[in-house]
């Protein structure tokens, strides 16, 4: 829980007209299962960062001081942040974009969040503090460690960094986005139980996607993460999870990626695709009934 940090605070007179706080998203997760030595059941991710984003902006001098037109997440982070850092916001007026699909498994909310409190560590010149937004985070909704600009094991529900994974390495990726949505909170109990289930298969499968991770080899990676999303069939399955493995050999992919709790699907490759390799993605794609989108994930 934040508590007030110090007396009341004054915006910088120098301070720019307009600020503004930046957070990339998901494509889902390249891992989503148990940790076993977090002891209590949670749910751990390794998020995969993707390169698309979210962005939250604040222009002094006009409008009048308030959190009109940031979204009721995003307005509530503010509130806590004002609150902890005792501070009072000037006149002005917010703004907002994203890339990022809301629902689908992008962490879209959590991103928006992120980049709220981005803007206002921008805009009072302070230091950017990642137990804060962590505490913000935890007092709003389950969150994606899009808060890192790195890979990481992270515990959703509680908000815990359990290890930071770098940046070594990512993948070039061709994805579609499935119908429907998935609420979290309404299945974590059947995951939780699956979960237990499967134990063993996920302890072997994250073992082996840190060992990818500690090595640099991102063909363990996307070998592990293959894993994980056919782990995930048999709880929260992809309608077209099967064509996608059957057909993966074919266009050279080193694995497939998913949004466990979300509506993502697709491909992962080493190297960026040319343009004949996407038109005939393109076309296997269309022939499921979707216009897939290629996007770089992960950093390098």
Do not use: N
Not at 16 to 32: D, F, I, K, N, R
Not at 162 to 168: D, K, Q, S, V
Not at 202 to 220: V, W
Not at 239 to 267: K, N, W
């Amino acid at each position: 829980m934040l508590t007030p940090a110090g007396g009341p605070r004054a915006l910088p007179s120098a301070a720019p007209a307009t600020v503004s706080g930046v957070c990339h998203g998901t494509l889902g997760e390249l891992y989503q299962g148990p940790l076993r030595a977090a002891g209590a059941p949670d749910i751990a991710l390794v998020s995969f960062p993707v390169d698309r984003h979210s962005w939250v902006h604040f222009t002094r001098g006009t409008g009048t001081p308030g959190l009109s037109g940031l979204g009721e997440k995003s307005a509530t982070a503010a509130r806590l942040f004002l609150d902890h850092y005792r501070l009072t916001l000037p006149t002005g007026h917010w703004s907002t974009h994203s890339d990022l699909r809301v629902g689908v498994g992008m962490a879209s909310s959590t991103a928006d969040i992120v980049a709220t409190l981005r803007c206002l560590f921008q805009l009072f010149s302070l230091p950017y503090d990642e137990g804060v937004v962590l505490t913000v985070l935890a007092a709003i909704e389950r969150a994606d460690s899009v808060f890192l600009d790195e890979f990481a094991l992270h515990l959703s529900g509680r908000h815990r960094v359990i290890r930071r994974l770098g940046t070594a390495f990512g993948f070039h990726t061709a994805f579609v986005t499935e119908p429907g949505t998935v609420d979290t909170d309404a299945v974590t109990a059947s995951l939780l139980e699956h979960y237990r289930r499967r134990g063993e298969e996920y302890e072997r499968c994250l073992t082996d996607l840190l060992k990818g991770f500690d090595s640099g080899d991102p063909a363990a990676v996307a070998r592990a993460a293959t894993v994980s999303a056919t782990l995930s069939q048999q709880v929260l399955p992809k309608t077209h999870f099967h064509e996608l493995f059957s057909q993966q050999e074919r266009f050279g992919a080193a694995g497939i990626f998913v949004a466990h709790t979300g509506c993502l699907i697709g491909y992962l490759f080493p190297r960026r695709l040319g343009a004949a390799h996407k038109s005939e993605l393109s076309a296997f794609f269309r022939s499921l009934g979707y216009q897939c989108s290629f996007v770089q994930g992960g950093y390098g």
